[in-house]
């Protein structure tokens, strides 16, 4: 038997220094944490974030692998907590409507079934790290889809399950889109039509979108009519297989809106049509990438009652964009009349404040 000693150091010394690694960025996000007001709320996936950047960054950019070690070390990937038998029973999904938001068990959901019916279109707003179904996201967007007539507007609710550290919430999504898909199949079974299904994920619920998209397929055999990725969120999800994260197999139309690309969110197009308002990287009137990564929302939120307010010009790049020579490409509006076809890269540019979007002139 061969001594394998060198092997053996090698490999205890990386772990020793993911260790180091890791156990810096929980102090800091620690010290942060601890520095808040008791106002939950307001705590969000980027101010933290932004507080541990120069620490994050290198784990950011590379991409999934050094998260995997990172996660293992700690038991914290999917095959590990799968092992485990994590559940997440503390997920619940909300009916908004325009009196308040109804709660229901997302695994006893057969009066939640009930009210859906089976002719309205139906969608689900999916919130990121440390949010809820009446959170800042949902805040926004839902009183907007609340004025358009005709639609069943759920909130999925994972407030008590993606509300820990970043690694384990990333793992989480995988779980969570599996019981979101779960349900959908069940209503896809007792008679709605996939196509009537919208979803709606920002930053890290984009993923659990695209896993709940990928369960109803591999349940029924059908996919979901739409799922729209408002800056799928970037750390751990770079890089990744197409099975770990949304992907345009998820549904029958995946539209995707990347407004801090390469930081928080993710930089390579993953949708049928990606949408870089801005560049995608960072927004005008915005100084912490919280705020750029909350623009995707905002944008799809104005959307909703401002159809044209977003023309997109398709082009290769931001460079060629900005330098003109796309001005002869075709347009495509963002957000919610979004509509299929001629896949590819989308640019425009938006005002610093709202109302955001330019119309014509945005685009170039
Ligand atoms: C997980 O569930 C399986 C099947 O129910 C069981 O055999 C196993 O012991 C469980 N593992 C743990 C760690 O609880
Ligand atoms: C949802 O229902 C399951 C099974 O009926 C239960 O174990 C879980 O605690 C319930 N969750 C909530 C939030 O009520
Ligand atoms: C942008 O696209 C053009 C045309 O395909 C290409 O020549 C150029 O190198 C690209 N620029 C960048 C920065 O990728």
Same mark, same amino acid.
């Given at each position: 038997m061969r001594i394998r000693i060198p092997e053996y150091f090698t490999g205890l010394l990386t772990y020793r220094f993911e260790f180091i690694y890791l156990a810096r960025i929980f102090m800091l996000v620690g010290?942060?944490?601890a520095g808040l007001p008791h106002d939950r709320a307001k705590?969000?996936?980027?101010?933290?974030f932004d507080t541990a950047l120069p620490i994050l960054h290198p784990l950011i950019a590379a991409g999934s692998n050094r998260c995997e070690t990172l996660k293992s070390f700690f038991g914290l990937t999917y095959q590990q907590m799968l092992e485990k038998n994590a559940t997440v029973e503390e997920l619940s999904i909300d009916l908004i409507t325009k009196n308040g938001n109804i709660k229901y068990n997302l695994t006893a959901t057969s009066?939640?079934?009930?009210?859906? !019916?089976? %002719?309205k279109q139906i969608i689900v707003l999916v919130h990121g790290f440390r949010e809820s179904s009446d959170g800042w996201m949902v805040g926004g967007v839902a009183p907007e889809l609340l004025k358009v007539a005709g639609l069943k507007i759920l909130a999925?609710?994972?407030r008590k399950i993606i509300n820990l550290e970043y690694f384990r919430s990333s793992t989480y999504t995988r779980?969570?889109?599996e019981q979101l898909g779960l349900f959908l199949s069940e209503i896809i079974?007792? !008679?709605? %039509?996939?196509?009537?299904?919208?979803?709606?994920?920002?930053s890290l619920g984009s993923h659990i979108a695209g896993i709940a998209g990928k369960k109803v397929q591999q349940q029924t055999g059908r996919l979901v009519g739409r799922i729209?990725?408002?800056?799928?969120?970037?750390?751990?999800?770079?890089?990744?297989?197409p099975s770990g994260r949304i992907s345009r197999q998820d549904a029958v139309y995946v539209d995707v809106i990347h407004t801090n690309a390469g930081l928080l969110g993710l930089k390579e197009p993953v949708g049928d049509k990606d949408f870089y308002p801005n560049g995608g990287m960072t927004q005008p009137g915005c100084i912490l990438s919280t705020c750029d990564h909350s623009r995707a929302w905002e944008f799809l939120a104005e959307s909703v009652n401002s159809a044209k307010h977003f023309p997109a010009r398709k082009c290769e790049n931001w460079t060629s964009f900005k330098g003109g020579f796309c001005s002869k490409n075709s347009v495509s509006y963002m957000g919610l009349e979004s509509k299929a076809g001629d896949p590819g890269l989308y640019f425009f540019t938006t005002a610093a404040s709202s109302p955001f979007g330019l119309g014509p002139t945005g685009s170039g």
């Open positions: 010290l942060y944490a705590l969000s996936i980027s101010d933290i009066r939640l079934k009930r009210s859906l !019916g089976s %002719d999925l609710d994972g779980f969570m889109g079974k007792d !008679g709605v %039509d996939p196509m009537k299904i919208y979803l709606i994920g920002h729209t990725a408002l800056d799928p969120a970037g750390p751990c999800f770079g890089n990744v297989d």
